[in-house]
């Protein structure tokens, strides 16, 4: 069965930092984008970074750009998002999910159904 595993979500004081984990299961990242998402309560679920697990090129919203950084470790096949500079804001589900499309920075976060399989979310708080 293929899937994808999220984890290394929590509580965290503003200004701090994180890493989540995305770990594929029954497959291989090779030729896949993999993008993380975030949704908060009441919001829409939005892009937050992508990677080309081909050639490693990597696209961020402006939203986290600067403050987000997205990474593979090609051996164990698992994407990381390593959160700095966390905010209120950024308190969410954090989702992983793979496409089989060749993405553009315009277009990876503009349509959620590019990507078909999605983890099950981690949960990070950001509060004092």
């Known amino acids: 069965q293929e899937q994808l595993v999220e984890s290394g979500g929590g509580l965290v004081q503003p200004g701090g930092s994180l890493r989540l984990s995305c770990a594929a299961s029954g ?3 090779d030729h ?3 993008g993380w998402f975030r ?3 009441g919001k829409e679920r939005e892009g937050v970074a992508c990677m080309n697990s081909g050639d490693g090129s990597t696209y961020y ?3 986290t750009k600067g403050r987000f ?7 164990k096949d698992i994407v990381y998002l390593q959160l700095d500079k966390l905010k209120p804001e950024d308190t969410a589900v954090y989702y ?3 496409s089989p499309f060749s993405l553009t920075p315009s ?3 503009q349509d ?4 078909g399989t999605w983890g099950q979310g981690t949960q990070v708080t950001v509060s004092s």
């Open 32 to 34: 896949y984008f993999i």
């Open 61 to 63: 919203t402006d939203s």
């Open 112 to 115: 959620l159904n590019l990507f």
């Open 96 to 98: 992983c999910a793979r």
């Open 69 to 75: 950084t997205i990474s593979r470790d090609n051996a």
């Open 39 to 41: 949704q908060a309560p």
């Open 107 to 109: 277009v990876w976060s």
């Open 27 to 29: 497959f291989t990242l």
